[in-house]
């Protein structure tokens, strides 16, 4: 059975473990913390980073987009439109959620790694205004949940637990219809969704 080391609190975990629930591929998850560089982490990954996706034959996966085009194939193509320009699509949304989730990231580790007068304001700054600019866009772009989801939507849905999880304060939905309404739909098409958050 394939194993996918995450971190319950990474967003990039949550969306790798969401798609493979949905599309029924049997894994064992695995909980590790990056920081103590534990073996079997390090042995599939040299970055060390997560989630990290080990097949049944040793061969790793790395970086949450290649994991999801993993599970693609695993799947029987059942991951992302088939059809090429809706596929495009559902690949450009997953690429700016996890962008999104790059920059709330960056802000997190600025504040958690550095001492409390060496923490660069300004960079917080503008990671804080391509959140905005992100979520301005995802609300005019989001697409409905109507059918099947895709590895797109699984990103976005991600992203939106990491920011209530890290976020609390940002009320990202506030003037955002569209994805408040698509955060809704999600949860009622993936019941699972409370299970694979985001979360401490």
């Not at 920081?35 to 982490?41: G, H, I, K, M």
Request: net charge neutral.
């Amino acid at each position: 059975m394939p194993i996918i080391l995450y971190s319950p609190a990474s967003p990039y975990s949550a969306k790798v473990r969401m798609a493979a629930d949905y599309a029924d591929i049997g894994i064992e998850a695995r909980k590790v913390t990056t920081s103590d560089e534990p073996s079997d982490l390090i042995d599939a990954n040299p970055l060390g980073k997560i989630p990290t996706l080990v097949l049944d034959d040793g061969f790793s996966v790395f970086d949450s987009r290649a994991i999801m085009q993993e599970l693609d194939r695993l799947s029987g193509k059942t991951l992302y439109p088939r059809n090429g320009d809706k596929r495009r699509i559902a690949e450009r949304l997953e690429a700016a959620a996890d962008g999104l989730c790059d920059c709330l990231l960056a802000q997190v580790y600025e504040k958690r790694m550095r001492p409390e007068e060496k923490i660069h304001q300004e960079w917080i700054d503008m990671q804080a205004r391509k959140v905005e600019r992100s979520l301005d866009w995802l609300e005019e772009n989001i697409t409905p949940v109507r059918g099947k989801l895709n590895g797109g939507q699984f990103a976005v849905a991600a992203a939106m637990s990491y920011m209530d999880l890290r976020f609390p304060d940002l009320n990202w939905r506030r003037g955002r219809a569209k994805l408040r309404r698509f955060e809704t739909r999600f949860q009622e098409a993936y019941p699972a969704f409370d299970t694979y958050k985001a979360q401490a």
